[in-house]
């Protein structure tokens, strides 16, 4: 595997940017170890206790730690694996193809990230969810807004939202996306959009599909998760972060004896 050891990634499974930078490490086949750290807690293994804040100011995941380099949010953690270890086919040395790459990411802040901030976070955490009830529908208003421009911009244009492959533009984009539709939170069904449609499936066939997505797949639809009291509620996201981090870690053991990946 690529590495030593020396890189370790921080975050939880149910995290759509950490699986956004799981999910290639894993492809590719990189040497790191997956270290919980809970967004909004604090103390050992939480972003607000004092050891993982002197590393990571920002308190955010996913975090990043390969010997002295420190590193939070993840496109900026992506960026940096991608040139340490030249994935050059996921995020291009061409001019025209990775200014693409930004192009989808530095709109995808207040586009779609939107499904996460408001629609899957709120049905996951009592305390981010908004006042009332119209926040459901207002939030997959703003999803559907969302798909129906990836749809008609950037999958019409190309197969993937960069080009003709796969790259860190499409891996954070499937995260965003993915965990609401049919495979998984059932709240989104993506048939009115034929590329995003197709797009999705592509994804879904990429190698570790299955183990990056553990988590989601022990959590099932999101709708239930509504009525769910806090020991309920606590008990399913428990179970979630559990089976995605034994996938993960699977995956990475898995990876390890596998035959070298393509550069």
Sequence with gaps: MDGAMSIKIYGVPLSQPVRAVLWPC???????????????????????????RAKFPLGTVPALEDKDVHLSES????????????????????????????EY?????????????????????????PAGTSWRDEGLKSVE????????????????????????????A???????????????????????????????SLP??????ASLTELGPLDPLLALDAKQLGAKLGAATKAGTAAITAAVKAAEKATPAPA
């Excluded at 492809?27 to 050891?51: C, H, N, W």
């Excluded at 807004?145 to 796969?166: E, N, V």
């Excluded at 570790?208 to 997505?213: E, Y």
Aim: include cysteine; hydrophobic fraction near 40%; glycine fraction near 6%.
């Design 26 to 52: 894993v492809i590719k086949r990189v040497a790191f170890s997956f270290e919980a750290a809970v967004p909004g807690m604090g103390g050992r293994i939480g972003t607000k206790g004092p050891d993982f």
């Design 75 to 102: 496109v900026a953690i992506l960026s940096y694996l991608s040139d340490k270890f030249s994935w050059h086919d996921i995020y291009p040395t061409d001019v025209l193809e990775r200014a693409r790459v930004h």
């Design 105 to 129: 990411m530095s709109w995808s802040h207040r586009n779609t990230r939107e499904a996460s901030t408001r629609v899957f976070g709120p049905h996951v955490r009592p305390d981010a969810r």
């Design 145 to 172: 807004a969302t798909c129906k421009l990836i749809d008609s911009y950037w999958l019409q244009r190309t197969p993937f939202l960069a080009g003709h492959a796969p790259t860190i533009a499409d891996f954070s």
């Design 174 to 204: 499937y995260e965003e996306l993915a965990q609401l539709g049919p495979r998984f939170g059932k709240l989104v069904d993506f048939s009115s959009h034929p590329n995003l449609s197709r797009w999705i499936e592509q994804m879904a």
């Design 208 to 213: 570790h599909h299955d183990a990056m997505h």
